[in-house]
């Protein structure tokens, strides 16, 4: 057990049965096992094959929803390999469709844990860039510290990521926008960079807006 084991926070999700197509669950059936991998600890790294072309660099989207976003991003970047890691089986059913049906080959799916997967399934320093687009923001004040994203998942991430490697955040919840910029401005290994990460909407942030919240867009670079 290493250190971040030692000080994780409670989870940043809840394990729930939501709602889910039978065409979703026939693809988490049929195709998971084509596509990518179910996670767990005790795995350890993730698998060769899993991580596609080792001289392409790697970008990994954590919480990636109902997919649309990954999906595209990976069809029109395929100079890039892409793994999509989600704990909730109908995005990753939806997103397993997709695949299939685009023949995106450059994109990988990891249903499981996203801390699990970064701190067990990943060498340190193999990652170019990491998207978290919309996590979930725990917005009643009793519960932010499931937020995914505090001093120990960036400490996390800074050792997973290439030096020169990107974080691309977004949110939609102020109080949330306001505690990343903290949290990353007293870790001067990150620096703040213009955010050009996302080239389309996702549901969440059309969701945001039409509640009329703002939306805030970080991009942060690993120095060497």
Same mark, same amino acid.
């Given at each position: 057990?290493?250190?971040?084991?030692?000080?994780?926070?409670?989870?940043?999700?809840?394990?729930?049965?939501?709602?889910?197509?039978?065409?979703?669950?026939?693809?988490?059936?049929?195709?998971?096992?084509?596509?990518?991998?179910?996670?767990?600890?005790?795995?350890?790294?993730?698998?060769? =094959?899993?991580l596609?072309?080792?001289?392409?660099?790697l970008?990994?989207?954590?919480? +990636?929803?109902?997919? &649309? #976003?990954?999906?595209?991003?990976?069809s029109?970047?395929? @100079?890039?390999?892409?793994?999509?890691?989600?704990?909730?089986?109908?995005?990753?059913? @939806?997103?397993?469709?997709?695949?299939?049906?685009?023949n995106?080959?450059? #994109?990988?799916?990891?249903?499981?844990?996203?801390?699990?997967?970064? &701190?067990?399934?990943?060498?340190?320093?193999?990652? =170019?860039?990491? =998207?978290l687009?919309?996590?979930?923001?725990?917005?009643?004040?009793?519960h932010?510290?499931?937020?995914?994203?505090?001093?120990? $998942?960036?400490?996390?991430?800074?050792?997973?990521?290439?030096?020169?490697?990107?974080? =691309?955040?977004?949110t939609?919840? &102020?109080?949330?926008?306001?505690?990343?910029?903290?949290?990353?401005?007293?870790?001067?290994?990150?620096?703040?960079?213009?955010?050009?990460?996302?080239?389309?909407?996702?549901? +969440?942030?059309?969701?945001?807006?039409?509640?009329? @919240?703002?939306? $805030?867009?970080?991009?942060? &670079? #690993? #120095?060497?």
């Amino acid at each position: 057990m290493n250190n971040f084991s030692a000080r994780r926070p409670v989870r940043s999700f809840v394990r729930r049965q939501g709602r889910i197509t039978p065409s979703q669950q026939s693809a988490l059936e049929e195709l998971l096992p084509k596509y990518g991998i179910q996670y767990s600890a005790g795995l350890g790294l993730l698998p060769i =094959n899993l991580l596609g072309n080792p001289d392409l660099p790697l970008t990994l989207d954590i919480g +990636f929803g109902d997919g &649309e #976003l990954l999906a595209s991003m990976a069809s029109g970047n395929t @100079h890039r390999n892409f793994i999509g890691i989600e704990v909730y089986t109908a995005g990753i059913g @939806h997103c397993l469709k997709l695949i299939d049906q685009k023949n995106i080959r450059n #994109l990988r799916l990891v249903s499981g844990d996203a801390v699990e997967v970064m &701190e067990f399934g990943i060498e340190g320093a193999s990652i =170019n860039e990491i =998207n978290l687009f919309f996590p979930d923001p725990w917005p009643k004040k009793r519960h932010r510290k499931r937020r995914i994203i505090n001093a120990a $998942f960036i400490e996390l991430m800074s050792e997973k990521l290439m030096p020169g490697g990107l974080v =691309n955040i977004s949110t939609d919840w &102020e109080n949330y926008a306001e505690q990343i910029e903290d949290l990353f401005a007293k870790r001067k290994y990150f620096v703040k960079k213009s955010s050009l990460a996302r080239c389309e909407s996702t549901k +969440f942030e059309k969701r945001g807006l039409s509640l009329g @919240h703002e939306i $805030f867009d970080f991009t942060y &670079e #690993l #120095l060497a």
